[in-house]
């Protein structure tokens, strides 16, 4: 089992920075494919970023691509979301998640941090 919790999450105004963590536990991050996904209010959740457990290749939405960093640090076992350049549209809850290797779906779901970006 992964037990992953974010942090980092709060208020900003529009054009502003945040940057969220993850932090693992239960098992080294290592072997997992790490992504931020966000769910805005009443619409569903949405995949933001991912990077592979090996070798680090990073994917974005489209929505992000240019201001979104997803990077991670295997030996603290975290994965972090830098986020720049932020616009109303980012507000949302932003969840952490891990995808075993062997899975062909993400696993593990943090409970997830507010991100709020004001006009």
């Known amino acids: 089992q992964v037990q992953l919790e974010e942090s980092g999450g709060g208020l900003v105004q529009a054009g502003g920075s945040l940057k969220l963590s993850c932090a693992a536990s239960?098992?080294?991050?290592?072997?997992?494919?790490m992504g931020w996904f966000r769910q805005a209010p009443g619409k569903e959740r949405e995949f933001v970023a991912r990077?592979?457990?090996?070798?680090?290749?990073?994917y974005y939405a489209d929505s992000v691509e240019g201001r979104f960093t997803i990077s991670r640090d295997n030996a603290k076992n975290t994965v972090y979301l830098q986020m720049n350049s932020l616009k109303p549209e980012d507000t949302g809850v932003y969840y952490c998640?891990?995808?075993?290797?062997?899975?062909?779906?993400?696993?593990?779901w943090g409970q997830g941090t507010q991100v709020t970006v004001s006009s």
């Open positions: 998640a891990a995808k075993s290797i062997l899975s062909v779906s993400f696993d593990y």
């Open positions: 239960g098992r080294a991050l290592s072997n997992y494919d």
């Open positions: 990077i592979r457990w090996t070798g680090g290749r990073t």
